[in-house]
């Protein structure tokens, strides 16, 4: 019986990495979080916010549609995210003046001058480890971990749990 095969053997050795992929998923989130409170701390932006910033500092003058794109976060949550920041005076938004159902956003002086410190979100940890791995180790781990985020943004696609008794 192969080991990749369908057989028990199979099943159990797919269980086995199934469980270490979770495990490590953990670590990362946990990892994240721990990024994003060490963030918040020191710039005052948790790591969304700081990504949407650094989206508009690197796009310019740009739609929450565009920024959904760039940051892979809902447009909703983008709109949520963007309130805060205008509210705290880091960015403008502001209709456009050929199509007014536009908006765009742009960093004001106090946010420009915000990113300008602003630590990377991923860490300077991280950014200094990753940078150590050989080119063809760092495209191979970017491709599996974007690999990883396509197989489990389906997972929430989960059909709904069925009671044992059947009723």
Same mark, same amino acid.
């Not at 508009?56 to 940051?71: C, K």
């Not at 805060?84 to 502001?94: D, F, K, S, T």
């Given at each position: 019986?192969?080991?990749?095969?369908?057989?028990?053997?199979?099943?159990?050795?797919q269980?086995?990495?199934?469980r270490?992929?979770?495990?490590?998923?953990?670590? *990362?989130?946990?990892?994240?979080?721990?990024?994003s409170?060490?963030?918040?701390?020191?710039?005052?932006l948790?790591?969304?916010?700081?990504?949407?910033?650094?989206?508009?500092?690197?796009?310019?003058?740009?739609?929450?549609?565009?920024?959904?794109?760039?940051?892979?976060?809902?447009?909703?949550?983008?709109?949520?995210?963007?309130?805060?920041?205008?509210?705290?005076?880091? *960015?403008?938004?502001?209709?456009?003046?050929?199509?007014?159902? *536009?908006?765009?956003?742009?960093?004001?002086?106090?946010?420009?001058?915000?990113?300008?410190?602003?630590?990377?979100?991923?860490?300077?940890?991280?950014?200094?480890?990753?940078?150590?791995?050989?080119?063809?180790?760092?495209?191979?781990?970017?491709?599996?971990?974007?690999?990883l985020?396509?197989?489990?943004?389906?997972?929430?696609?989960?059909?709904?749990?069925?009671?044992?008794?059947?009723?």
């Amino acid at each position: 019986m192969s080991i990749g095969g369908n057989g028990i053997e199979g099943k159990k050795f797919q269980a086995s990495h199934a469980r270490t992929i979770e495990k490590a998923v953990r670590r *990362i989130v946990r990892a994240h979080d721990l990024q994003s409170r060490a963030l918040a701390k020191r710039c005052g932006l948790t790591a969304a916010q700081l990504v949407l910033m650094k989206g508009i500092a690197e796009l310019g003058e740009v739609t929450s549609g565009a920024l959904s794109v760039y940051a892979d976060i809902s447009a909703a949550t983008v709109v949520t995210i963007l309130d805060n920041l205008e509210e705290r005076g880091l *960015i403008q938004r502001y209709r456009s003046g050929s199509d007014r159902r *536009i908006v765009h956003t742009r960093l004001t002086e106090t946010g420009a001058a915000l990113m300008a410190q602003a630590p990377d979100p991923m860490g300077d940890v991280f950014l200094d480890r990753f940078a150590k791995l050989p080119p063809e180790e760092r495209q191979s781990l970017a491709d599996a971990v974007s690999r990883l985020g396509e197989l489990m943004s389906s997972a929430g696609e989960v059909a709904p749990l069925v009671p044992v008794d059947g009723g």
